[in-house]
């Protein structure tokens, strides 16, 4: 039987892709989210498919939760080989502007969740050499466009780039462990989510999962981009 892949962060979009490429793939998924409707329906929906799935309504801002949620998973699931980290809080907002209690969040759930997360399930993952998956965004990367676009994001900018620093210090953390840690920045708006509509260059959730499938299994590269909104130069970027 294969490892459990649990996604942090659960909704439409990537994460809800991401549950159907591992989980028709025969791992089976742990959906973590605040939201218990949704989560409700992902798994009356996910569990019509075939797939394994079981919901763990949780605030992944909240530290002590996050270690009581994933006590809770290994022990109704089993060991954890594939930590999924999909979370965002959408604040807008310059630097001018924002409120320090904003930016806080944003980084206490992009950072100090995530390192929380990791360090909770890094046993399970050791173990069995498993995988650490993160979604990134654009604004997480250090370009003048990038940056000028990122002015009135600047939580989001801020928090995202924070989180890809981690995820790189992770992949050399993990190494020696035979654990891979990858990362995929989503260059646009993701169809079927309310900011893609009436936009342009969106991305397809299900060619994010593809290229998180692809991270997992040729454990090759630690960051890929998928989408086009914003042109960028790419060379280093899939190191």
């Not at 996604?7 to 939201?35: D, E, M, W």
């Not at 949704?38 to 919901?55: K, W």
């Not at 997360?117 to 995988?131: F, R």
């Not at 995202?160 to 035979?178: D, E, N, S, W, Y």
């Amino acid at each position: 039987m294969k490892n459990t892949i649990v996604i942090c962060g659960y909704g439409p979009g990537i994460s809800q892709a991401v549950a159907r490429r591992f989980g028709k793939a025969g791992h089976p998924v742990a959906l973590i989210a605040r939201n218990v409707q949704r989560l409700t329906e992902a798994v009356t929906e996910l569990n019509a498919e075939g797939i394994q799935v079981q919901a763990f309504p949780a605030d992944l801002s909240d530290v002590k939760a996050i270690r009581h949620v994933f006590t809770n998973v290994h022990g109704m699931m089993g060991p954890i080989g594939i930590l999924h980290w999909n979370v965002f809080l959408d604040i807008e907002g310059d630097l001018l502007s924002t409120p320090p209690d904003d930016l806080s969040k944003s980084f206490d759930l992009r950072v100090v969740g995530y390192i929380t997360a990791v360090q909770e399930s890094k046993n399970d993952l050791m173990a069995s050499k498993g995988t650490v998956l993160v979604t990134s965004g654009v604004m997480a990367l250090d370009d003048p466009q990038i940056n000028a676009f990122a002015v009135d994001y600047a939580a989001i900018a801020i928090g995202v780039a924070a989180q890809r620093k981690t995820t790189h210090i992770l992949a050399h953390t993990f190494a020696p462990h035979g654990i891979h840690v990858g990362e995929v920045i989503v260059n646009g708006f993701v169809e079927g989510t309310p900011g893609a509509i009436g936009k342009s260059d969106t991305v397809a959730p299900t060619d994010v999962a593809d290229q998180f499938w692809e991270l997992h299994t040729t454990r090759q590269v630690h960051s890929v981009i998928v989408g086009k909104a914003v042109p960028i130069e790419e060379a280093g970027i899939h190191g």
